[in-house]
DNA sequence: GCCGTAACGTA
DNA sequence: CGTACGTTACGGCG
C-alpha cells in the first residue's frame, strides 16, 4: 500500500492517557511490578489491550494520543474544567513514561499537542482519515469521543477491564442513546459530564436529553424553544442556559490540529524486536505477553510468518559424512546446544565458527555417532551456556563431554550477576547480536496427536533451526565475552580461581547425591497425611461447609464472611490469610470460640501440609538407590550465593520439631559410617565486624563470649550477666536487621515494639557501634558513586538503580547493596572452604565425601574409620578458607541423620 | 498448559 | 517499609 492510498486506511487512534488510567485501575498495582517497586500494571494491561485491538481488528495505522500535564485551552474558558478529580495515585506515577517505551519500541507513533487534549489529536485524525476515505477505530473510555462516530468511524468502548470492548457505530450510539452519534455533543451538553466536572442541568438525565432532540433537531433547537419545554425540566433548562452552552463549548472536539499529514508516518510496522524484548526484560513482562505480540508489528506477514520457514543453511544432519563435513579437520571451537524436543527427540544443535546444524539423535547412524564422540571428547574447545547441564544430557545420551568445555552462562554471570537468565537464547541475544522469536507453546497432546507427518516435520525443522541458531550465536557471545573480561580485570580471579574450579565440585556433589531411609519416609509420609486428614475434618466440621483449605480465595470467604472475623491486612486480592495475620487474628478472639478453633485448625493444616509436601517431593525424586540429587545452581543468586533445584535442598525444614523429623529422613548411605554437619557460626556477623572495622564488634568477637549477649551488654549499658533474654533478643534482631538494610519501622513491625522505641534502640546500637553505622552509610554511597558493590574477593554486583530518581527503585537498591556485600562474601568464603575440603579430601584419596551446601553449612558423608580426619579437614578448611579480622568460628556435629549430625 | 499470586521453607 | 532463594497449590486466562 502506497502512502496516498488512503482508501485502505485504517487507522486505530487510542486515548493514552484514559486508557492506561483504566488499565492501572483493572489490574492490581501491587501484582504487577518489574521487581524493582516500579509498578508496571497499566504498562501491562495498556500493552495488553493493544495486542489484542491490533490483532482482532487488524489495522494498518496506528496513532496513541496522550494528555499533557499543565491544562489545556478549556482551562482558560472554564477554570473548574476537570476540576475535582483525586489526586494521581503514586503507583501511577511513571507509568505513562514507560507506556511510550513500549510504544517506540513496537513502532507505534503516539502523539502529544500543546494545550489540547488526546481527544483532540484523535478527532484531527479521526475526521480526516474518514474524509480521505479511510476508516477510524476509535480506542477511548471518554464518551466525547462519540461525537465522531460514523459509518467510517468506530468507537471501542471499554466494558470491563481493557480487553473487553464495546463496538459503538452509528447504529448502537442510536440504540444506547436514542440519538445519532453527530448529536451527542449537545446530549452530553444537557446531562453535563461529571468527570470532566462539568454540571448539566439538573433534573434532566440522557432520556430527557434525546427527547428534547428528537423533537427540536439539535442544541440551537432547543435553546430557541426553551420557553415552549413545560415542567420542571423545562424551568431548570431556562435556568442553566448559561451552563449548557459553556458545556457545548468545550465538549466539542477540535479537528484542525496541525498533525503530521503522511498517512506513512502512523503505518504499523517499525518495530523492534530486539528492543521490544529489551523494554519487555526491564519491565519483567513475562513470556505470554511476547507470544501474543501481533507479527504486523514488525512488518512481518503474520499468514507466512518467518519463524516457520527454517533458516536454509540449517542442516539437518543423520550421516558422518555430513558431520565430516561440519567439523571438518578443524581444531576451532565448537558450540553446543540441547533440547528434548517434544516431536524430535533429543536434539544437538552444533555450531562451528563457519557453520552450524541440529541433530536428531535418535536418526544418527554408528558411523555419524562415532564422528560426534570423537568431536566431543577430544581436545577442541566446546562452549555452552551451563556445562553440567549439558554434560549430564550428553551423558544421558550416550556421549561423553570432555573438560575442555567453557561455560559462558558461567562467565556471563561472573561479569553482571542477577539476569534474568544465562541460557544459549540469552546469551545469543544479549552477547552474540542473535534474535528470538518468543517460544512457542508447548503443544497439548490432543494437538500432538492430530498432526500430520508433514505439520510434524515442519514444527521439528523449526525447532532445530532454532536450536543451531542459538549454538551459533554462543560463538560471536564468546567473543564478546572475552573482551569483557578484558575490560574488567577483577572477573578473571573470581572465574578461574572460584567459580570454574567450584563447578567442577558442584558437578561431583550432584553426582553423589544424599540417601534417605526410605522406609522412615513412607513412615513420615503416613503420619504426616494422617495430621492434614484431621486437621482438614477437623476445621470442616466447624464451618460446615465444603472449603479448600489450600485455597487462599475460599479461605477469605470463610473467614471474613462466613465466620465474620476482623480483617487482616489488605493485599491485592482481597485480606491476608498467612501465619502471621492468623495468629494475630486468633489472638483478638475469645478461646474456644469456632473462630478460634477454626484458625488453631488451619494453622496446623497449614503446617503438615508444607512437611507432607516436603515428604512427598523427597520420594519422587529420590533413585534406584534411594539417593536424592539434588543440582546446585551456580547462576542463580545474585549475590553469589548456590541454588539448590530438583529438589531443594536448602530449604529442608529445621525450626520445628517436627519439621525435624524430616532431616531424620537423610541418613548417611550403604558403606558410610555418619554424617558430618559443620557449620560457620554468624559469618554474618563477622563479616560485618570484619568490613566495618568497628572496635566493639571486632572485640566481641575475640573475647569469645556470646555475641548477641556482648552486643547487648553494650546498647543497653549493663553487664554481660544482667543481660535478659528480651535484651539480647532484641539486639540480635537489630544486628541482623542491619545487614538487610532494615528501617526502623521494620524492626518496629518485627519485634511488635513502637516506632519510637524501634528507633532509641537503633540509635542506641549506632551510638555504641559507630563503626558499623559509619560502614553502612559509606558503602552505599561507594557503591552509588562507583555503580557495584564488592564483595571481600571482589565479585561485584552492579545497581544502576542506586542513582534512580525513583524513590522505591532507590531505597530497594540501597537495602540491596547494603546486604550484597555481606552475604556474597559469606558466599565467597563457604566456597573457598568447600575448594578446600574438595582438594584435601581427593588428595589423601579419602572415601568421604562433601555431599551438601546450606550457605552456612557444609554436609559430609564419612566413611568407616575416616572421621577424625575428615573432622580436621573440614573444619580446618572452612575456618582457614579466608582470613578476615576476626575469627572463623566452626560448629560440628555428628550423626547418623542429618538431624542428629546437628549440634 | 502457562503464568502470576500467596504462602512458606531455608540461610 | 529486611536480603537471598525454590516449591507448592490455586485459579485466571486462553
Same mark, same amino acid.
Given at each position: 500500500?502506497?502512502a496516498?492510498?488512503?482508501?485502505?486506511?485504517?487507522?486505530?487512534?487510542?486515548?493514552?492517557?484514559?486508557?492506561?488510567?483504566?488499565?492501572?485501575?483493572?489490574?492490581p498495582?501491587?501484582?504487577?511490578s518489574?521487581?524493582?517497586?516500579?509498578?508496571?500494571?497499566?504498562?501491562?494491561?495498556?500493552?495488553?489491550?493493544? $495486542?489484542?485491538?491490533?490483532?482482532?481488528?487488524?489495522?494498518?495505522?496506528?496513532?496513541?494520543?496522550?494528555?499533557?500535564?499543565?491544562?489545556?485551552?478549556?482551562?482558560?474558558?472554564?477554570?473548574?474544567?476537570k476540576?475535582?478529580?483525586?489526586?494521581?495515585?503514586?503507583?501511577?506515577?511513571?507509568?505513562?513514561?514507560?507506556?511510550?517505551?513500549?510504544?517506540?519500541?513496537?513502532?507505534?507513533?503516539?502523539?502529544?499537542?500543546?494545550?489540547?487534549?488526546?481527544?483532540?489529536?484523535?478527532?484531527?485524525?479521526?475526521?480526516?482519515?474518514?474524509?480521505?476515505?479511510?476508516?477510524?477505530?476509535?480506542?477511548?473510555?471518554?464518551?466525547?469521543?462519540?461525537?465522531?462516530?460514523?459509518?467510517?468511524?468506530?468507537?471501542?468502548?471499554?466494558?470491563?477491564?481493557?480487553?473487553?470492548?464495546?463496538?459503538?457505530?452509528?447504529?448502537a450510539?442510536?440504540?444506547?442513546?436514542?440519538?445519532?452519534?453527530?448529536?451527542?455533543?449537545?446530549?452530553?451538553? +444537557?446531562?453535563?459530564?461529571?468527570?470532566?466536572?462539568?454540571?448539566?442541568?439538573?433534573?434532566?438525565?440522557?432520556?430527557?436529553?434525546?427527547?428534547? $432532540?428528537?423533537?427540536?433537531?439539535?442544541?440551537?433547537?432547543?435553546?430557541?424553544?426553551?420557553?415552549?419545554?413545560?415542567?420542571?425540566?423545562?424551568?431548570?433548562?431556562?435556568?442553566?442556559?448559561?451552563?449548557?452552552?459553556?458545556?457545548?463549548?468545550?465538549?466539542?472536539?477540535?479537528?484542525?490540529?496541525?498533525?503530521?499529514?503522511?498517512?506513512?508516518?502512523?503505518?504499523?510496522?517499525?518495530?523492534?524486536?530486539?528492543?521490544?524484548?529489551?523494554?519487555?526484560?526491564?519491565?519483567?513482562?513475562?513470556?505470554?505477553?511476547?507470544?501474543?505480540?501481533?507479527?504486523?508489528?514488525f512488518?512481518?506477514?503474520?499468514?507466512?510468518?518467518?519463524?516457520?520457514?527454517?533458516v536454509?543453511?540449517?542442516?539437518?544432519?543423520?550421516?558422518?559424512?555430513?558431520?565430516?563435513?561440519?567439523?571438518? /579437520?578443524?581444531?576451532?571451537?565448537?558450540?553446543?546446544t540441547?533440547?528434548d524436543?517434544?516431536?524430535?527427540?533429543?536434539?544437538?544443535?552444533?555450531?562451528?565458527?563457519?557453520?552450524?546444524?541440529?541433530?536428531?539423535? /535418535?536418526?544418527?547412524?554408528?558411523?555419524?555417532?562415532?564422528?560426534?564422540?570423537?568431536?566431543?571428547?577430544?581436545?577442541?574447545?566446546?562452549?555452552?551456556?551451563d556445562?553440567?547441564?549439558?554434560?549430564?544430557?550428553?551423558?544421558?545420551?550416550?556421549?561423553?563431554?570432555?573438560?575442555?568445555?567453557?561455560?559462558?552462562?558461567?562467565?556471563?554471570?561472573?561479569?553482571?550477576?542477577?539476569?534474568?537468565?544465562?541460557?544459549?537464547?540469552?546469551?545469543?541475544?544479549?552477547?552474540?547480536?542473535?534474535?528470538?522469536?518468543?517460544?512457542?507453546?508447548?503443544?497439548?497432546?490432543?494437538?500432538?496427536?492430530?498432526?500430520t507427518?508433514?505439520?510434524?516435520?515442519? !514444527?521439528v525443522?523449526?525447532?532445530?533451526?532454532?536450536?543451531?541458531?542459538?549454538?551459533?550465536?554462543?560463538?560471536?557471545?564468546?567473543?564478546?565475552?572475552?573482551?569483557?573480561?578484558?575490560?574488567?580485570?577483577?572477573?578473571?580471579?573470581?572465574?578461574?580461581?572460584?567459580?570454574?574450579?567450584?563447578?567442577?565440585?558442584?558437578?561431583?556433589?550432584?553426582?553423589?547425591?544424599i540417601?534417605?531411609?526410605?522406609?522412615?519416609?513412607?513412615?513420615?509420609?503416613?503420619?504426616?497425611?494422617?495430621?492434614?486428614?484431621?486437621?482438614?475434618?477437623?476445621?470442616?466440621?466447624?464451618?460446615?461447609?465444603?472449603? #479448600?483449605?489450600?485455597?487462599?480465595?475460599?479461605?477469605?470467604?470463610?473467614?471474613?464472611?462466613?465466620?465474620?472475623?476482623?480483617?487482616?491486612?489488605k493485599?491485592?486480592?482481597?485480606?491476608?490469610?498467612?501465619?502471621?495475620?492468623?495468629?494475630?487474628?486468633?489472638?483478638?478472639?475469645?478461646?474456644?470460640s469456632?473462630?478460634?478453633?477454626?484458625?488453631?485448625?488451619? +494453622?496446623?493444616?497449614?503446617?503438615?501440609?508444607?512437611?507432607?509436601?516436603?515428604?512427598?517431593?523427597?520420594?519422587?525424586?529420590?533413585?534406584?538407590?534411594?539417593?536424592?540429587?539434588?543440582?546446585?545452581?551456580?547462576?542463580?543468586?545474585?549475590?553469589?550465593?548456590?541454588?539448590?533445584?530438583?529438589?531443594?535442598?536448602? #530449604?529442608i525444614?529445621?525450626?520445628?520439631?517436627?519439621?525435624?523429623?524430616?532431616?531424620?529422613?537423610?541418613?548417611?548411605?550403604?558403606?558410610?559410617?555418619?554424617?558430618?554437619?559443620?557449620?560457620?557460626?554468624?559469618?554474618?556477623?563477622?563479616?560485618?565486624?570484619?568490613?566495618?572495622?568497628?572496635?566493639?564488634?571486632?572485640?566481641?568477637?575475640?573475647?569469645?563470649?556470646?555475641? !548477641?549477649?556482648?552486643?547487648?551488654?553494650?546498647?543497653?549499658?549493663?553487664?554481660?550477666?544482667?543481660?535478659?533474654?528480651?535484651?539480647?533478643?532484641?539486639t540480635?534482631?537489630?544486628?541482623?536487621?542491619?545487614?538487610?538494610?532494615?528501617?526502623?519501622?521494620?524492626?518496629?513491625?518485627?519485634?511488635?515494639?513502637?516506632?519510637?522505641?524501634?528507633?532509641?534502640?537503633?540509635?542506641?546500637?549506632?551510638?555504641?557501634?559507630?563503626?558499623?553505622?559509619?560502614?553502612?552509610?559509606?558503602?552505599? /554511597?561507594?557503591?552509588?558513586?562507583?555503580?557495584?558493590?564488592?564483595?571481600?574477593?571482589?565479585?561485584?554486583?552492579?545497581?544502576?538503580?542506586?542513582?534512580?530518581?525513583?524513590?522505591?527503585?532507590r531505597? #530497594?537498591?540501597?537495602?540491596?547493596?547494603?546486604?550484597?556485600? $555481606?552475604?556474597?562474601?559469606?558466599?565467597d568464603? $563457604?566456597?573457598?572452604?568447600? +575448594?578446600?575440603?574438595?582438594?584435601?579430601?581427593?588428595?589423601?584419596?579419602l572415601?568421604?565425601?562433601?555431599?551438601?551446601?546450606?550457605?552456612?553449612?557444609?554436609?559430609?558423608?564419612?566413611?568407616?574409620?575416616?572421621?577424625?580426619?575428615?573432622?580436621?579437614?573440614?573444619?580446618?578448611?572452612?575456618?582457614?578458607?579466608?582470613?578476615?579480622?576476626?575469627?572463623?568460628?566452626?560448629?560440628?556435629?555428628?550423626?547418623?541423620?542429618?538431624?542428629?549430625?546437628?549440634h
Amino acid at each position: 500500500m502506497s502512502a496516498s492510498d488512503t482508501g485502505d486506511q485504517r487507522i486505530l487512534l487510542i486515548d493514552g492517557h484514559a486508557m492506561a488510567f483504566r488499565a492501572f485501575f483493572a489490574l492490581p498495582a501491587d501484582g504487577f511490578s518489574d521487581g524493582r517497586g516500579q509498578a508496571t500494571n497499566a504498562v501491562y494491561g495498556f500493552a495488553r489491550m493493544l $495486542i489484542n485491538v491490533v490483532s482482532s481488528e487488524r489495522p494498518t495505522h496506528v496513532a496513541v494520543a496522550f494528555d499533557l500535564p499543565g491544562g489545556t485551552f478549556r482551562d482558560r474558558i472554564y477554570d473548574q474544567y476537570k476540576g475535582g478529580r483525586d489526586v494521581t495515585p503514586p503507583e501511577f506515577i511513571g507509568q505513562i513514561d514507560l507506556i511510550m517505551q513500549v510504544l517506540d519500541a513496537l513502532g507505534v507513533r503516539w502523539l502529544t499537542v500543546e494545550d489540547y487534549e488526546a481527544d483532540d489529536i484523535i478527532a484531527t485524525l479521526a475526521t480526516r482519515t474518514a474524509a480521505e476515505g479511510g476508516e477510524a477505530l476509535i480506542v477511548s473510555s471518554d464518551r466525547d469521543a462519540i461525537q465522531l462516530v460514523d459509518e467510517k468511524v468506530t468507537m471501542l468502548q471499554p466494558i470491563k477491564g481493557v480487553t473487553e470492548m464495546r463496538r459503538m457505530t452509528p447504529a448502537a450510539v442510536e440504540e444506547k442513546y436514542g440519538i445519532p452519534p453527530e448529536r451527542y455533543s449537545d446530549l452530553a451538553a +444537557l446531562v453535563g459530564e461529571a468527570a470532566d466536572n462539568l454540571p448539566g442541568v439538573p433534573g434532566v438525565g440522557p432520556k430527557t436529553a434525546a427527547k428534547w $432532540i428528537v423533537k427540536y433537531t439539535d442544541l440551537p433547537g432547543i435553546i430557541a424553544h426553551a420557553d415552549e419545554i413545560p415542567g420542571k425540566a423545562g424551568q431548570s433548562l431556562r435556568d442553566h442556559l448559561e451552563d449548557v452552552e459553556r458545556n457545548r463549548l468545550m465538549n466539542a472536539a477540535v479537528l484542525d490540529l496541525d498533525l503530521p499529514t503522511d498517512p506513512g508516518h502512523y503505518t504499523l510496522g517499525g518495530g523492534d524486536r530486539g528492543r521490544t524484548a529489551a523494554v519487555f526484560d526491564e519491565l519483567a513482562f513475562g513470556d505470554t505477553i511476547r507470544r501474543d505480540l501481533p507479527a504486523v508489528l514488525f512488518g512481518e506477514d503474520a499468514d507466512a510468518p518467518a519463524e516457520q520457514e527454517p533458516v536454509a543453511e540449517v542442516l539437518e544432519l543423520d550421516g558422518a559424512a555430513g558431520l565430516h563435513d561440519l567439523l571438518g /579437520e578443524g581444531a576451532g571451537p565448537l558450540a553446543l546446544t540441547v533440547a528434548d524436543d517434544v516431536r524430535g527427540g533429543p536434539m544437538l544443535g552444533i555450531a562451528t565458527g563457519e557453520a552450524r546444524a541440529a541433530i536428531r539423535l /535418535e536418526q544418527l547412524d554408528s558411523d555419524a555417532s562415532a564422528v560426534l564422540a570423537a568431536a566431543l571428547g577430544g581436545p577442541r574447545e566446546v562452549r555452552t551456556a551451563d556445562v553440567p547441564a549439558v554434560r549430564s544430557w550428553m551423558q544421558v545420551n550416550g556421549y561423553p563431554l570432555g573438560r575442555q568445555a567453557r561455560d559462558l552462562a558461567l562467565e556471563a554471570f561472573v561479569l553482571r550477576p542477577g539476569a534474568r537468565s544465562y541460557d544459549a537464547e540469552a546469551l545469543g541475544t544479549e552477547l552474540g547480536g542473535a534474535r528470538f522469536e518468543p517460544r512457542p507453546r508447548k503443544p497439548a497432546d490432543s494437538t500432538l496427536a492430530k498432526e500430520t507427518p508433514e505439520v510434524r516435520s515442519g !514444527h521439528v525443522a523449526v525447532a532445530a533451526a532454532r536450536l543451531a541458531e542459538a549454538a551459533s550465536a554462543l560463538h560471536p557471545a564468546a567473543e564478546e565475552l572475552a573482551r569483557r573480561q578484558g575490560e574488567e580485570p577483577w572477573a578473571s580471579g573470581i572465574l578461574e580461581d572460584l567459580e570454574r574450579p567450584l563447578q567442577e565440585v558442584l558437578e561431583t556433589m550432584h553426582g553423589r547425591g544424599i540417601a534417605i531411609d526410605r522406609a522412615a519416609l513412607a513412615a513420615l509420609r503416613e503420619e504426616f497425611e494422617g495430621f492434614v486428614a484431621q486437621a482438614k475434618r477437623e476445621a470442616g466440621a466447624i464451618v460446615g461447609e465444603e472449603v #479448600n483449605l489450600a485455597s487462599p480465595k475460599q479461605l477469605q470467604v470463610v473467614l471474613f464472611e462466613t465466620l465474620a472475623l476482623p480483617t487482616t491486612r489488605k493485599i491485592s486480592s482481597g485480606h491476608s490469610t498467612d501465619a502471621e495475620s492468623l495468629t494475630d487474628l486468633q489472638e483478638k478472639l475469645e478461646p474456644g470460640s469456632s473462630g478460634h478453633d477454626f484458625l488453631s485448625w488451619l +494453622l496446623r493444616f497449614r503446617e503438615m501440609s508444607k512437611l507432607t509436601g516436603y515428604v512427598v517431593g523427597l520420594d519422587k525424586v529420590h533413585d534406584s538407590s534411594s539417593r536424592v540429587h539434588t543440582t546446585f545452581q551456580q547462576t542463580a543468586a545474585a549475590t553469589g550465593r548456590l541454588a539448590s533445584t530438583e529438589p531443594n535442598l536448602q #530449604n529442608i525444614p529445621v525450626r520445628t520439631a517436627e519439621g525435624q523429623r524430616i532431616r531424620d529422613v537423610f541418613v548417611a548411605g550403604q558403606g558410610y559410617e555418619t554424617l558430618l554437619t559443620a557449620d560457620y557460626s554468624q559469618i554474618e556477623m563477622r563479616i560485618m565486624a570484619h568490613l566495618s572495622e568497628d572496635a566493639g564488634l571486632i572485640e566481641a568477637f575475640r573475647t569469645g563470649e556470646d555475641l !548477641h549477649n556482648f552486643v547487648a551488654s553494650r546498647v543497653f549499658g549493663v553487664s554481660p550477666d544482667a543481660v535478659d533474654p528480651a535484651m539480647r533478643s532484641k539486639t540480635k534482631a537489630v544486628s541482623y536487621g542491619l545487614a538487610y538494610g532494615l528501617s526502623a519501622f521494620g524492626l518496629s513491625r518485627q519485634l511488635r515494639i513502637s516506632r519510637a522505641e524501634a528507633t532509641d534502640l537503633r540509635d542506641g546500637y549506632f551510638e555504641r557501634f559507630g563503626g558499623v553505622r559509619d560502614y553502612l552509610r559509606s558503602s552505599v /554511597e561507594t557503591a552509588r558513586s562507583t555503580g557495584f558493590t564488592e564483595t571481600i574477593l571482589g565479585r561485584r554486583r552492579y545497581l544502576p538503580d542506586l542513582t534512580s530518581d525513583n524513590r522505591q527503585r532507590r531505597e #530497594n537498591a540501597e537495602r540491596v547493596a547494603l546486604n550484597s556485600p $555481606i552475604q556474597g562474601s559469606a558466599a565467597d568464603i $563457604i566456597k573457598l572452604a568447600m +575448594l578446600a575440603v574438595e582438594r584435601r579430601m581427593r588428595g589423601q584419596e579419602l572415601d568421604s565425601r562433601m555431599l551438601l551446601q546450606v550457605h552456612d553449612e557444609l554436609v559430609v558423608e564419612v566413611a568407616p574409620g575416616e572421621l577424625e580426619t575428615v573432622r580436621e579437614i573440614v573444619v580446618e578448611g572452612m575456618d582457614r578458607a579466608y582470613e578476615l579480622s576476626v575469627p572463623l568460628e566452626v560448629g560440628v556435629g555428628i550423626g547418623g541423620t542429618w538431624r542428629e549430625a546437628a549440634h
